[in-house]
C-alpha cells in the first residue's frame, strides 16, 4: 500500500530506523519457523458469515485438491508486508494442496484498469479458479459476471466486496476491525483525559478504507472526552500519508491521536518526532512487520489484526471446493483482534506475517 515516495528528512530518517531495526523484524517474524507456521495455522478460529449472521466457528482445509487444477490470483499490489503475508498463505496451501497458482499484481489501488485486463487474461487462460484482493469490488461486478458466464469460479480474498457478489469470499468485518482498534485507544486513556483525534482511513472509495473510519468512530464515540477534529482519505503510502499528516499537524494544533492505515503509523513516527510532539498517540488500523517493530519499541499503541496468512490459505481453499462443488462457506471472517504490549505475547504470528527469510512467489507448479 505504498507508492513513489518523495524525498523529505522525515522519510529518510524513518528508511535508516527501518534498516537499522531490521534484525529486531526479523527475529520477531520468524520467533515460529516456517514449518511450526504450517502445521499450527489449522483450524483457525473464524466466523462463518454465509447466511449473513456471523456464527463463531473453525476452519480446516480439504488436505489435498482432486486434480493439479490452475488458479489465478489477482492482487492490488505487493508493495508492503501485508499483501506479501496474504501471498505467503496462498502459496503455501497452494503447494499443500497440489495445484498450480500464478499470482498478479496492478502496481497499486489507482490501477483498477489493470487489474480489469489481468481478470481478462485469466478468464482467456481458461483458469479454473480466480482469486482476486479487489481494488474495487463494485468496479470488479461485470468481470464477476463474465467468469460466471464462462463457469469460472472467484474467491475474493481479503477486500471488501458487494453482499453476494461472489459464490466465496474471505475477508475480516472491517467495520468491527476498525472498532477494536477504538476500543484499543480508549482501554489506554485515562478518565477525563481528551482525545483530540485525526484519522486517515486510506483511499476513498476503497470500501474498507470507509469501514475502518466507520468502526473507529463509532467506538470512541463511546467516550465523551474524544473528538474527531478531521478525516483525511488518502492513498495509503507512506508519501502521500505523511504528506496528509504534515498538513493536520499545521490545521489542527491540539491534535494528539492519529489514528490510519499501517503506512499512516509508519509516516506519524517521524513526523511528530520531527513536529517534537511525544504527546501524540498513534493507532494503526491493521498490521504489517513494521506495525509490530514500532509497538516493540514504543512508537505506536496499538495495531489491528486480521490473519492475512490465514486469509490466503483459506482463499485456495474455497477455490478448490468451487471447483470441485464441494461444500463451502460462502463468506468467512476472520475474527479481528487488537494488539499492544499487553497482547502481543499471545498473537499467532505465524498467521499474521510471512517469515521475514521468504521472498514473494509469484507461481507454484503442482508436482
Known sequence: M???ATRSPVL??????????????AFAATSLSPAAAETKWFPMKIYDASSGAPKAAEYTPLAKAGKPYNICVLFPHMKDSFWVAVAYGIVK???????NMNLYEAGGYENLPKQLSQFDDCMAAKADAIIVGA?????????FEEAKAKGIPVVGVTNPLPPNALPAANYVDFVAMGEVTGE???????????????????PAGSGWAESFNEGFKKAVAKNPDAKILGE???DSGVAVQLQ???DALQAYPSINVIWGTAPTAEAAIGAVAEAGRSDIKIVSSYENQAMLDALNRGDILAFATQYPVGEGA???DQAIRLIEKKPVMSLVQPVAAVIDKTTVPNLQMDLVLAPASWSPVYSVKAK
Open 135 to 143: 481494488i474495487s469490488g463494485a468496479g470488479l461486478m461485470k468481470k
Open 232 to 234: 483525511k482519505f488518502g
Open 244 to 246: 496528509l499528516i504534515q
Open 2 to 4: 505504498s507508492t513513489t
Open 184 to 202: 484499543g485507544l480508549l482501554a489506554q486513556t485515562k478518565p477525563g483525559e481528551k482525545l483530540n483525534i485525526v484519522t486517515f482511513p486510506g
Open 314 to 316: 483459506i482463499a485456495i
Open 93 to 99: 496451501q497452494a503447494e499443500t494442496s497440489n495445484v
Open 12 to 25: 529518510s530518517r524513518l528508511r535508516r530506523r527501518t534498516l537499522a531495526s531490521a534484525a529486531l523484524l
